[in-house]
């Protein structure tokens, strides 16, 4: 098992991340810019709360992951569409800062939460979140070029359906229509967490009739 730190721990598919997390054995270290969203989560056994922002210097991320002395980073943050330049300041340069961070800090194991279609430029105009895809798709890019062990999960379209730990990779996306529960993100993350076998890979997900167990 695996000490996790979640960044983005307060985000929708975070808060659902986080007890998954724990209840799969791993200990978790639930990261948030505002200490008052700890109460989310600090009634949980196995995790531990503390404040961290995406938009933080590298140096001081570099301070937090050791202090945190967490084994394996999850990046789940995002600006949630905020603004433009919220999205390039947490979705890209803070997703490339944690990166480098962990690296200096010793940490190899790195999953990125992105989204379905960041390798596609054909979907994002019509996406009605350009800036978004294009720095989902860069920060993706780089990642690919780290030596971390990452894992890059791209779920389509996030919905608050029941969560089935049923997937499908096997999907195309310009057909349109597809989603995928939350909570069914927070199952892929943790399946993958502790498998050296998606070192270096990228699935993309959606709702499907595979169990989770199966894709991996």
């Given at each position: 098992?695996?000490?996790?730190?979640?960044?983005?721990?307060?985000?929708h598919?975070?808060?659902?991340?986080?007890?998954?997390?724990?209840?799969?054995?791993?200990?978790?270290?639930?990261?948030?810019?505002?200490?008052?969203?700890?109460?989310?989560?600090e009634?949980?056994?196995?995790?531990?709360?503390?404040?961290?922002n995406?938009?933080?210097?590298e140096?001081t991320?570099?301070?937090?992951?050791?202090?945190?002395?967490?084994?394996?980073?999850?990046?789940?943050?995002?600006?949630?569409?905020?603004?433009?330049?919220?999205?390039?300041?947490?979705d890209?340069?803070?997703?490339?800062?944690?990166?480098?961070?962990?690296?200096?800090?010793g940490?190899?194991?790195?999953v990125?939460?992105?989204a379905?279609?960041?390798?596609?430029?054909t979907?994002?105009?019509?996406s009605?979140?350009?800036?978004?895809?294009?720095?989902?798709?860069y920060a993706d890019?780089?990642?690919?070029?780290?030596?971390?062990d990452?894992?890059i999960?791209?779920?389509?379209m996030?919905?608050?359906d029941a969560?089935?730990?049923?997937?499908?990779?096997?999907?195309?996306?310009g057909?349109?229509g597809?989603?995928?529960?939350?909570?069914?993100?927070?199952?892929?993350?943790?399946?993958?967490?502790?498998?050296?076998?998606?070192?270096g890979?990228?699935?993309?997900?959606?709702?499907?009739?595979?169990?989770i167990?199966?894709?991996?």
């Amino acid at each position: 098992m695996s000490k996790v730190m979640v960044i983005g721990a307060h985000g929708h598919v975070g808060r659902i991340l986080v007890p998954k997390l724990a209840d799969a054995g791993h200990d978790v270290v639930a990261s948030f810019r505002d200490v008052e969203q700890f109460s989310t989560v600090e009634h949980l056994d196995h995790v531990e709360c503390r404040k961290f922002n995406a938009l933080d210097d590298e140096e001081t991320m570099v301070s937090s992951f050791k202090n945190s002395e967490a084994d394996a980073i999850v990046f789940t943050a995002g600006a949630g569409g905020a603004s433009d330049k919220l999205t390039v300041g947490i979705d890209l340069d803070g997703a490339v800062k944690t990166m480098d961070a962990a690296k200096k800090a010793g940490i190899k194991r790195y999953v990125m939460v992105s989204a379905a279609g960041a390798d596609d430029p054909t979907t994002w105009e019509n996406s009605g979140l350009y800036v978004y895809y294009v720095m989902k798709h860069y920060a993706d890019r780089i990642l690919q070029g780290t030596d971390l062990d990452y894992t890059i999960v791209r779920p389509t379209m996030l919905s608050n359906d029941a969560e089935t730990s049923h997937v499908s990779t096997d999907f195309n996306l310009g057909e349109g229509g597809y989603s995928i529960p939350r909570a069914d993100v927070a199952n892929f993350v943790t399946a993958v967490i502790d498998q050296p076998k998606t070192f270096g890979k990228i699935y993309p997900i959606t709702s499907g009739g595979e169990a989770i167990k199966d894709v991996l």
